[in-house]
């Protein structure tokens, strides 16, 4: 099972929005709407962010959103903030019924 | 609150075994899937494997199958990796995950627990 695509880094502006994408295939993104994005601060375990592509677990601020269009989802942040300089992760179920991530972002705030 | 804390890594070299444990507390452990993430130093995430509430289901990445083994004592609210035959590549920070009720997703983590494979 191949990792999900995501672009190594995006940045942004304090107050900006940016999007980060999350690319696989029909067999993982695209057959499910299980794909759930989670956050990671250096030397922290990951925070789950948005999950079945577009859910928020309580205490997560809504200015992260979720998407997905065919075989790629989307997570944005909107008036970004520096505490959301962090690394980034996609994860979906897959059609063998195992789960598969993404490469990782790192989200730098300028 | 839920609480997710592991143990057992440690230096082993190449071909030896380890065995790490999760100790779960705060929520009722025997109603959730679990899994293992490990993630390679400076790299990225991967999936390793998960267990059924009941455990009667059980999952593998092809690159840890035939060498790890997944397991759990719901009377003692822990979950355990067996890890044999093992590599260099499989050094990295071993966390465990309960998975959402809903599945699909990973909704608490532990601090991980470092494995390291080298001679």
């Known amino acids: 099972q191949s990792a999900l695509t995501q672009p190594a880094s995006v940045s942004g502006s304090p107050g900006q929005s940016i999007t980060i994408s999350c690319t696989g295939t029909?067999?993982?993104?695209?057959?499910?709407?299980?794909v759930s994005w989670y956050q990671q601060h250096p030397g922290k375990a990951p925070k789950l962010m948005i999950y079945?592509?577009?859910n928020r677990p309580s205490g997560v601020s809504n200015r992260f959103s979720g998407s997905k269009s065919g075989n790629t989802a989307s997570l944005t942040i909107s008036g970004l903030q520096a505490e959301d300089e962090a690394d980034y992760y996609c994860s979906s179920y897959t059609s063998s019924s195992l789960y598969v991530f993404g490469t990782g972002t790192k989200v730098t705030v300028l | 609150q839920v609480q997710l804390v592991e143990s057992g890594g440690g230096l082993v070299k190449p071909g030896g075994s380890l065995r790490l444990s999760c100790a779960a507390s705060?929520?009722?452990?025997?109603?959730?899937?679990m899994s293992w993430i490990r993630q390679a130093p400076g790299k990225g995430l991967e999936w390793v494997s998960y267990?059924?509430?009941?455990?009667?289901?059980?999952y593998y990445a092809d690159s840890v199958k035939g060498r790890f083994t997944i397991s759990r004592d719901n009377a003692k609210n822990s979950l355990y990796l067996q890890m044999n035959s093992l590599r260099a590549e499989d050094t990295a920070v071993y966390y465990c995950a309960r998975e959402g009720y809903g599945l699909y997703y990973f909704d608490y983590w532990g601090q991980g627990t470092l494995v390291t494979v080298s001679s």
């Open positions: 029909s067999s993982d993104v695209g057959g499910y709407n299980y």
């Open positions: 267990i059924s509430s009941s455990g009667s289901t059980i």
């Open positions: 705060g929520f009722t452990f025997s109603d959730y899937y």
């Open positions: 079945e592509v577009s």
